[in-house]
């Protein structure tokens, strides 16, 4: 089993800063990719950021320049560092990690409950 545990997140007002991050933990070999998606009520889920490990981060267009992420001291986690919030940022992200949990396994998708973000304007 793989768990992903998100922490951050919160309520902000529009141009301020938030962090969030995530740790997994359990039976891993390896980690291909960690990465954020987030959902705003009625839409879809979107990815807002990626890296892969040994990797560079890929964005969403949505938050080029604002957001950034990285891989934490710990190989096993990853923070999405989010500034110059704005109200459309105000969704539920989740942690999202492709884990091979042997080396015959092929990476598999978890994700993490999520965390809520709110950005008031």
């Known amino acids: 089993q793989v768990q992903l545990v998100e922490s951050g997140g919160g309520l902000v007002q529009s141009g301020g800063s938030l962090r969030v991050s995530c740790a997994a933990s359990?039976?891993?070999?390896?980690?291909?990719?960690m990465g954020w998606y987030r959902q705003a009520p009625g839409k879809q889920r979107e990815s807002v950021a990626m890296?892969?490990?040994?990797?560079?981060?890929n964005y969403a267009d949505a938050v080029k320049g604002r957001f950034t992420i990285s891989r934490g001291n710990a190989k096993n986690m990853v923070d999405l560092q989010m500034n110059s919030l704005k109200a459309e940022d105000t969704a539920l992200y989740y942690c999202?990690?492709?884990?091979?949990?042997?080396?015959?396994?092929?990476?598999?998708?978890?994700w993490g409950q999520g965390t809520q973000v709110t950005v008031s304007s």
């Open positions: 999202h990690a492709k884990v091979r949990v042997s080396w015959v396994d092929v990476p598999r998708d978890y």
């Open positions: 359990g039976n891993i070999f390896s980690i291909d990719v």
């Open positions: 890296i892969s490990t040994g990797g560079a981060p």
